[in-house]
Each structure stands twice: as C-alpha cells, then as structure tokens.
C-alpha cells in the first residue's frame, strides 16, 4: 500500500538521517520545534510486523538521535516519544512512525503540568510556526552529515 511514507518525494525532501532500515524526517507540520519521526523504510504499519532488527535500530536511532535534537532545541533533557498503531489511534498516515518531541519547561504544553500529555495529543494537527522546516532540514542534515 503506497502512503506519503513510501513516496521516495516525500523521503528525499525531509529526511536528515538513515540507516538501513530506517529513516529519520523532520515533521513539516511539528508541533513543537524538533518534531521529528523514525520510519521504517518498508512499509508496515504496526510494531508487531517489524522484524528484531529493525527493532533494534530503532533503540540505536533513538540513542543517536535524541540527544542530538535535546541540545540543538535547547530542550531540558525531556521528550516525547509517541507511537500511534492502529486505525483508531489517531494515525494519520497508515504507516509505523515514532514521534520524537524534544520538551522544553517553557515550551506551549509545559504551563499546566497536570496537562502536558493531554495538550500535546489535543493540538496534535496544530503546527508549531516557530521554526521553517525547510531551514531545519538543512541544519539537521549538517548536523547529522547526511547525504542521500
């Protein structure tokens, strides 16, 4: 089943990292500066069809990635990662990806504690406009050395 996630345009325009089985792009709608996503470069859609590697190059890519986007977002060692699997998760694009949203204490979602969660998933299709992701694209892929 062919999704924006399988479309090579898509890739090749937000992608800043990859590894064999795996891509990292920059939301072009983030919702907070750093938004970004771990694909798989096969199309799945739920975490039980990825296979034990792929599993364990997300972990790597995770490792990897995080503390990168927590410095160059001034994050307070704090981020999400969410995963929407399945049909009535909110999933947009019937493909596996995992959020990653680096936190800051005076980002939007941080003024009532007891709502960080519960605000970020309510203002989910709302774009943060803080940052160009085009402009944060490029940085990335220097930050990263990526090359397509």
């Not at 090749?12 to 798989?40: A, M």
């Not at 972990?59 to 994050?75: E, G, Q, S, T």
């Not at 995992?98 to 007891?114: A, G, L, T, V, W």
Request: aromatic residues 12%.
């Amino acid at each position: 089943m062919k999704d924006a996630f399988c479309k090579k345009r898509v890739i090749n325009s937000q992608v800043y990292y990859k590894t064999k089985y795996l891509y990292v792009l920059y939301n072009i709608k983030p919702i907070l500066p750093g938004h970004s996503l771990i694909i798989p470069k096969r199309h799945v859609e739920f975490l039980s069809e990825l296979k034990d590697e792929e599993w364990l190059e997300v972990i790597k890519v995770i490792r990897k990635v995080v503390p990168v986007l927590l410095k160059r977002y001034n994050a307070d060692n704090s981020y999400n990662l969410a995963i929407n699997v399945g049909p009535y998760s909110g999933r947009v694009v019937n493909h596996l990806h995992i959020h990653i949203i680096p936190r800051r204490k005076d980002d939007k979602y941080s003024k009532n504690s007891n709502r960080i969660y519960a605000g970020l998933y309510n203002d989910i299709y709302i774009v943060d406009k803080s940052t160009d992701p085009k402009e944060e694209i490029k940085e990335l892929r220097k930050i990263f050395k990526y090359r397509s």
